[in-house]
Nanobody, 123 residues
Framework: QVQVVESGGGLVQAGGSLRLSCAASGSIISINSMGWYRQAPGKQRELVAVITSGGSINYTDSVKGRFTISRDNAKNTVYLQMNSLKPEDTAVYYC?????????????????WGQGTQVTVSS
């Protein structure tokens, strides 16, 4: 009913840049926030950045000043511009969308995840 699809991962050298994209589609009523999370091998998934429909933004401390999240509300799309990448940024990056969607004749809470995109930063 709702699909969340990420793109833009890859392999980059330390100090390089990547731009991730995430699009939500389907029977969406509204999206309140979209965020990026990441999970490195052997570690728990952590929040990287989140942006609300009103434009409020929150970053985890380790990416402040290097990553920029932005959003196109009309397209239900969120972007993550990652600059000055470090080897410790290596992880699978996941997109999450929170809001509401149609399920038959009813509205339901939306909490959907994408399949993840690999980001690898070599030293």
């Amino acid at each position: 009913q709702v699909q969340v699809v990420e793109s833009g991962g890859g392999l980059v050298q330390a100090g390089g840049s990547l731009r991730l994209s995430c699009a939500a589609s389907g029977s969406i009523i509204s999206i309140n926030s979209m965020g990026w999370y990441r999970q490195a091998p052997g570690k728990q998934r952590e929040l990287v950045a989140v942006i609300t429909s009103g434009g409020s933004i929150n970053y985890t401390d380790s990416v402040k000043g290097r990553f920029t999240i932005s959003r196109d509300n009309a397209k239900n799309t969120v972007y993550l511009q990652m600059n000055s990448l470090k080897p410790e940024d290596t992880a699978v990056y996941y997109c999450n969308a929170l809001g509401t969607y149609y399920s038959g004749d009813y509205s339901e809470k939306l909490d959907s995840w994408g399949q993840g995109t690999q980001v690898t930063v070599s030293s």
